[in-house]
């Protein structure tokens, strides 16, 4: 065929036939790829769909196992914790007692606060403002102590206030109101001194003559003090205390154990006291009637000095015993002298010296008047220890009481002293 041959209208339509054919075919590739990408997209998506489902339900799975392992844990602990309790037997009774104790404590203090309502309770305050001078008033020393005077009474009719009560011990408490040191001084029975209205007599004959707020006046008016308070206890106050304490350890002479066996019968003939003798001398452990019946004593060497000794000593040893009680025994001890004990001070007063006794330390003792400044005389027919001079006297007892150097008696003191010195000069 010649190259220049003219191409014909039937191979122009079959080449344009050829043509579509093509077309068609790219068209049908084209589009069979598309189908193919969505149906690849779609398999993709449902495959994450269905990926996704399982990770949310692995950790749904994980959870649970969590939470049943963390209830058998739970289980486990309280199993243990049962075991271990189990195996302490002894720190649970020991806990149990505790409560307990802790229980009847506040129930006794409760009970104690009501039985402080019992006490034989006076009133003083009215009485005693006229024996107190402005001088001692005005004391600014005196101001940081609490003094209280303390009667120890033979009374066989239990009656601690009225009748011939003689006191057989006067002291002064005087009670440092910032440390609680305690200070006692032991005023001799027999001491000439002004026990009212200028009678000179001895000085435990103003209880006798008047109660407890004559002896209280007395001591003030004599001693420049500003005495407002007294406690009186009678023999079985003191031994009922005592032997709530469990006792007191003394050392005893042959002699003093002959008198105390004698006054223990005394009492028990008295007051219908039962009690053990005391079979040896030396280091002993008393009861509570035994040493009574040791304060008591006052026919050995030293006479009434001596007793007066005796009875600061158990009174020491007893206010030791307290501060070494527990506080039931020392709720025992308060509710063993209830009944038995006269006071002016309120039931709230008396419960806090009760809770603070633990606090409270006895630092110095000793007599009135002092053996360097006394003397013996009969006077209006009675055998007395005679200060001399009272103003010397009332000097010393200030200076150990209150620091007070150099203290100058008041008018009154001075007055009385020179009554004293004309019986003997």
């Known amino acids: 065929m010649s190259k220049n041959r003219k191409i014909t209208e039937d191979e122009i339509l079959i080449e344009e036939r050829m043509g579509e054919e093509e077309d068609y075919e790219e068209y049908a590739r084209m589009r069979e790829e598309r189908e193919g990408i969505r149906s690849r997209r779609e398999r993709i998506a ?3 769909e269905r990926r996704q489902a399982m990770e949310y339900e692995r950790i749904r799975n994980r959870q649970a196992q969590q ?11 309280a199993y243990e914790r049962r075991k271990r309790k189990k195996r302490h037997p002894i720190r649970n009774f020991l806990l149990t007692v505790f409560l307990l104790v802790l229980l009847t404590a506040f129930g006794s203090l409760a009970y104690l606060r009501s039985r402080l309502q019992t006490v034989n309770s006076v009133e003083l305050e009215d009485v005693l403002q006229s024996s107190i001078s402005m001088q001692v008033q005005q004391d600014e020393a005196m101001a940081g102590y609490q003094n209280i005077a303390l009667f120890g009474v033979d009374s066989r009719e239990q009656d601690l206030l009225g009748g011939d009560n003689r006191s057989d011990a006067i002291m002064v408490c005087s009670i440092n109101k910032k440390n609680g040191e305690i200070k006692l001084v032991s005023v001799y029975r027999d001491t000439l001194l002004d026990i009212g209205g200028g009678e000179m007599r001895k000085c435990n004959a103003a209880y006798a003559f008047g109660g407890p707020q004559q002896a209280v006046a007395m001591l003030n008016r004599n001693l420049d003090l500003n005495i407002t308070d007294f406690v009186t206890v009678g023999f079985e106050g003191l031994a009922d205390t005592i032997d709530a304490l469990g006792g007191i350890d003394l050392e005893i ?16 003939y008295e007051i219908g006291t039962e009690y053990d003798e005391v079979t040896d001398y030396g280091m002993q452990h008393l009861s509570g009637i ?8 006052r026919y050995t060497a030293g006479d009434d000095f001596k007793r007066a000794e005796r009875q600061r000593t158990v ?14 025994q020392l709720i025992a ?7 038995k004990t006269a006071t002016s001070l309120s039931s709230g007063e008396l419960f806090m010296f009760i809770l603070r006794a633990k606090g409270m330390d006895l630092t110095e003792s000793t007599g009135f008047p002092t053996e360097e400044d006394r003397i013996f005389a009969t006077i209006n027919g009675e055998s007395c220890v005679v200060p001399y001079y009272l103003t010397t006297n009332v000097r010393k007892l200030h200076e150990t009481l209150f620091g007070e150097e150099g203290y100058e008696s008041s008018p009154t003191v001075g007055e009385i002293n020179d009554i004293i010195n004309g019986y003997v000069n």
């Open 315 to 328: 009174l020491a040893l007893t206010l030791q015993k307290a501060r070494e009680a527990n506080p039931l």
């Open 46 to 48: 449902l495959e994450e």
């Open 333 to 339: 001890a308060a509710n063993a002298a209830l009944g």
């Open 290 to 297: 035994q040493a009574t019946a040791y304060c008591r004593i």
């Open 253 to 268: 002479t042959e002699e003093e154990m002959e008198y105390m066996n004698s006054y223990m019968d005394d009492m028990y």
């Open 67 to 77: 939470r049943e392992e963390k209830a058998q844990n739970a289980q486990r602990s």
